[in-house]
């Protein structure tokens, strides 16, 4: 049986926020958490994963405490590079309404799981990326402009099984 490689996903900042975040008292935000520490512990060696510079400064942000955890969980990922065509690509997305224009920084990760290819883009952010709506006109203007775009899910969607 031929071995299999291991698909690329690009963990957008909500990921890592709810992986590292303390326990929260809302019932949905917890049960993210959780699904967020399960696929951790029993998902993620399925993959490769990627963050981009982005991932960093976003982790960094905030309570001194919070981004020492959420940048000693990234330590270990695989930091992308950022090319030049990032900029275009994130311009035409937002020109084209994939993303509203206050989401700029959601449209970095967009660029970036695109333009390196990922299979997936794994993110909690629901009202910008993983939003039925979103997905569709992302996947249209990513197609467009040449780039497959990657699946976007959330970790409850990924179960990481052949």
């Known amino acids: 049986m031929p071995v299999m490689e291991k698909k690329c996903v ?3 900042t909500s990921f890592i926020s709810y992986l590292t975040g303390r326990p929260s008292s809302d019932v949905v935000v917890a049960g993210h958490q959780k699904i967020t520490q399960d696929w951790w512990e029993n998902r993620r060696q399925h993959y490769d994963l990627f963050i981009s510079g ?9 309570n001194e405490d919070a981004a ?3 940048l000693a969980a990234l330590e270990p990922l695989t930091l992308l590079d950022t090319p030049d065509t990032v900029t275009a690509f994130v311009e035409t997305l937002l020109a084209k309404h994939a993303l509203p224009a206050v989401a700029i920084t959601d449209a970095i990760h967009v660029a970036m799981a695109c333009i390196h290819n990922m299979d997936y883009l794994l993110t909690w952010n629901c009202k910008h990326i993983a939003n039925v709506d979103r997905r569709y006109m992302i996947e249209e ?7 497959v775009p990657p699946r976007i899910c959330t970790p409850e969607e990924l179960d990481g099984e052949d």
């Open 10 to 12: 690009y963990l957008e």
């Open 141 to 147: 203007v990513s197609l467009s402009y040449g780039y």
């Open 54 to 62: 982005t991932v960093v400064d976003e982790a960094s942000q905030g």
């Open 68 to 70: 020492s955890r959420r």
